[in-house]
């Protein structure tokens, strides 16, 4: 028995459905549910091994989704909707009694606010309930957190210092587009830069400090240091950091558009009056932008994701250096849909596969990097995201 909810119809569920199919020996049963009932539609109607069931359900409701689950019976369900319907999906799990996984920390609508300690509010209640609920299994966070794990587990003794890179030199040939949810992407990148420092966090302007990095069969990339929601719980769960950063590359074109979009107010999320009606600016930014769920078509090169560590092995340092490039054009030729839905999508399959196998399965509340990442690993190379080490390289930062 492998019965699985899958909530959200975007870019990131379209391929852990596909994914979720291709692993129908572990998943019996499985059903999609969103805001918009043909988004589900589509996504089932690509699928002929299995049958995918669907469903409307609008996830900020509690009640819906208690019945919905009434109705499916889920044993996990898996939420790939927007970080804003993380608290009332948990409710509702927590109402039914059904296991929980999703890819990003809740964010209140009106503040872009990230930080785990609303879900971490949830940990009793959970284990009480003889729940799992698995936080942040995208890339990143996600695989991040299971590297940083498998790094801490095999090759140090104590990490000291994390450097998560995460590179898309990808081109998917339009002047502005965001790879997943517009909005939810323009609120993270706007916000001020924060990172880990001897014990304290330490912020910056928006994008103010940057370097150029050399990924792997890509090169050097202006990457910039911002905040990252995992730098939260990969801090707290391996104490002996002391640096943590996070760096994403962006070319001149996106941040020239950025500066545009923000100058201009339409990245504001409050709301504003227009024609005697209240619209939120990056809501409406959101509508007229790309949906990149469409950007697949015509995207080539390669994202590259990894974890640069330095700590110590053996009472000698070392530096190490894990991470997947992985090609648009691939994940489009096997999904349907471009890189960054690739890496978010295949990592949830495998975290909700594990916890279907009994693997990754404790009551309570986790961040993936409390779970083996041995079994998670293996997946990885499997489900097609393969990883590659280096050792004693120089980590440029
Ligand atoms: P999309 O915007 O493409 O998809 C979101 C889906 O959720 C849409 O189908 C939308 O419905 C649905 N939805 C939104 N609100 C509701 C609601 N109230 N009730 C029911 N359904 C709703 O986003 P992505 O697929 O790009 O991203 C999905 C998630 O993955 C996001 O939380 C994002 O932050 C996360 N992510 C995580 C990454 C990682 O590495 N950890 C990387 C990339 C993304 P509708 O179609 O009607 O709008």
Known sequence: MGRVLVIGAGGVSTVAVKKIAMNADVFTDIMVASRTKSKCDKIAADIKNVKVKTAQVNADNVDELVALFNDFKPELVVNLALPYQDLSIMDACLAYGVSYLDTANYEPLDEAKYEY?????????????????????????????????????????????????????????????????????????????????????????????????????????????????????????????????????????????????????????????????????????????????????????????????RGIKDGKEQTYYIYNNCSHEAAYKETGAQGVSYTTGVPAMIGAKLFMQGVWRKPGVWNVEEFNPDPFMKELNEQGLPWHEMFNVDLEL
């Not at 003794?157 to 995460?166: G, P, T």
């Not at 502005?176 to 916000?191: D, G, K």
């Not at 150029?212 to 240091?225: C, Q």
């Not at 709301?271 to 950007?295: S, W």
């Open 117 to 309: 300690s609303w879900q971490w509010a949830y940990k009793d209640r959970f284990e009480k309930a003889g729940l799992t609920a698995i936080l942040g299994c995208g890339f990143d966070p996600g695989v991040t957190g299971v590297y940083t794990a498998y790094a801490a587990k095999h090759h140090f003794d104590e990490i000291q210092y994390l450097d998560i890179v995460d590179c898309n030199a990808g081109d998917h040939h339009k002047a502005f587009a965001t790879n997943f949810n517009p909005e939810i992407n323009i609120r993270e990148i706007t916000q001020r830069g924060k990172y880990y420092e001897d014990g304290e966090w330490k912020e910056t302007d928006p994008l103010s400090v940057h370097k150029p990095l050399n990924y792997p069969n890509v090169g050097p990339r202006e990457s910039y240091l911002m905040y990252h929601e995992e730098l939260e719980s990969l801090t707290k769960n391996f104490p002996t950091i002391k640096r943590a950063r996070f760096w994403m590359t962006f070319g001149q074109e996106y941040l020239t558009h950025l500066r545009v979009i923000q100058n201009i107010g339409m990245s504001r999320i409050d709301p504003v009056m227009y024609n005697g009606q209240e619209i939120v600016p990056i809501q409406f930014l959101k509508a007229v932008l790309p949906n990149p769920g469409d950007l697949g078509e015509n995207y080539t090169g390669e994202t590259s994701i990894g974890c640069r560590i």
